[in-house]
Nanobody
């Protein structure tokens, strides 16, 4: 059983940067992918970014390309989401996820682990 612990959310102003982290514990994650989803109030859950643990291949949603960067620390079983140039539309609860394979899952039910969520609020 893998558990994910997220941290790093907060309230920032437009244009600011923020870093989220997601630590995986319970088993090794070398054959998995990890990533982030987000959900804003009244909106559907949205895929943000993913990274393949082995090899480091990444996949970004168009809405965050050039502004967000995902990277991992193998020794700590942790992924980070560096968010720059934040805009109010980035306001959401951000969820970390872990799953097998590379196909982007549709939701928590297709993941091996799902984080508790961390709030990111960007004021204009």
């Amino acid at each position: 059983q893998v558990q994910l612990v997220e941290s790093g959310g907060g309230l920032v102003q437009a244009g600011d940067s923020l870093r989220l982290s997601c630590a995986a514990s319970g088993r090794t994650v070398s054959n998995y992918a990890m990533g982030w989803f987000r959900q804003a109030p009244g909106k559907e859950r949205q895929f943000v970014v993913a990274i393949r643990w082995s090899g480091g291949t990444t996949n970004y949603a168009d809405s965050v390309k050039g502004r967000f960067t995902i990277f991992r620390d193998n020794a700590k079983n942790t992924v980070y989401l560096q968010m720059s140039g934040l805009i109010p539309e980035d306001t959401a609860v951000y969820y970390c996820a872990l799953w097998r394979g590379w196909r982007i899952p549709s939701g928590p039910y297709e993941c091996d682990a799902w984080g508790q969520g961390t709030q990111v609020t960007v004021s204009s």
